[in-house]
């Protein structure tokens, strides 16, 4: 990650080499911390409200302290400011520092990763891991956590055998999520997406994709689906806030086709931050 600026709850922008986190601090010792990652189009937080609201529900359901959000959207429009670049990365961190004092609140803001758009020209090979269904309360559904080292590893793995990324099942064989992306295919005018009610993160872009994809003429499906269904798609895609709209074209070592739906949803989800700009 090539951090730009970093501003601290309390004290404002620092240097990105300052630390800000106590030693002690649950989020580092436990990963007991709320995380937002959301892409910033020219100067502007995309869909920050709603990146806010799942924070705040993140940090309830791992019993933080309230999610301070007008301290938040000061740090990070302090920190945008402070990086002097529109297009960029922003990730707000809410921990409760020792569980003693105050919580602490981050904004940080870094680099595009400047390999996507390549990488949506050629489009990912994933590879289907075994993944936790997060089927009940206390194994966190939906909670975007600071304890996303099980994550990484997944893209690690899929990495060793020569894909770009993961995609999760369940132990029934059915499909939930990338390590940091939602999962889309589509037959003929229906697009296909793993519900909420599998315990899988309930993605800004997903909720974005589900307003365009009607604009774009397509219906949505969401459901229970098997690998199997995702293989034998028309096109595959995933969805997330840094990645966009990113195109599948391999599963397992098989080929999937490219398609329309992609490319027009990525196009859809350009003009949508550039309405959000105009707004
Ligand atoms: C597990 C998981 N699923 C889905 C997503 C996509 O969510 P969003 O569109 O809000 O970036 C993410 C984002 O990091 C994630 O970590």
Do not use: C
Request: charged share 25%; proline share 6%; glycine share 8%.
């Amino acid at each position: 990650m090539s951090l730009l600026a970093v501003a601290v709850g309390g004290r404002g922008v620092v240097d990105p080499a300052e630390p800000v986190l106590r030693a002690d601090d649950e989020a580092l010792l436990r990963g007991r911390g709320a995380f937002e990652t959301i892409r910033v189009y020219a100067g502007a937080s995309f869909r920050l409200p709603e990146h806010l609201e799942r924070l705040a529900r993140s940090a309830e359901r791992i019993n933080l302290p309230p999610v301070n959000v007008m301290q938040l959207r000061e740090l990070a429009t302090q920190a945008i400011e402070a990086a002097g670049e529109p297009d960029v990365v922003l990730r707000l961190i809410w921990t409760p520092g020792n569980g003693d004092g105050d919580p602490t609140a981050l904004a940080l803001v870094s680099a595009l990763p400047d390999h996507h758009d390549a990488l949506r020209e050629r489009g990912q090979r994933l590879i289907s891991l075994r993944g936790v269904r997060a089927d009940e309360p206390w194994l966190l559904p939906g909670v975007k956590s600071t304890s996303y080292a099980v994550n990484m590893a997944a893209e690690t793995e899929a990495r060793r055998r020569g894909a770009d990324d993961a995609v999760f099942v369940d132990p029934e064989g059915i499909v939930l999520e990338g390590p940091t992306t939602n999962i889309w295919w589509r037959r003929g005018r229906t697009l296909y997406t793993p519900s909420l009610g599998l315990g899988i993160l309930a993605g800004v872009t997903r909720a974005a994709m589900l307003e365009l994809a009607s604009e774009t003429g397509y219906a949505v499906e969401e459901g229970a689906y098997s690998l199997g269904e995702l293989a034998d798609a028309e096109e595959a895609f995933t969805s997330s806030s840094v990645r966009e709209v990113m195109p599948v074209v391999e599963l397992d070592g098989a080929a999937i086709a490219r398609g329309p739906a992609a490319d027009e949803l990525q196009a859809a989800l350009r003009r949508a931050a550039e309405a959000t700009l105009q707004a």
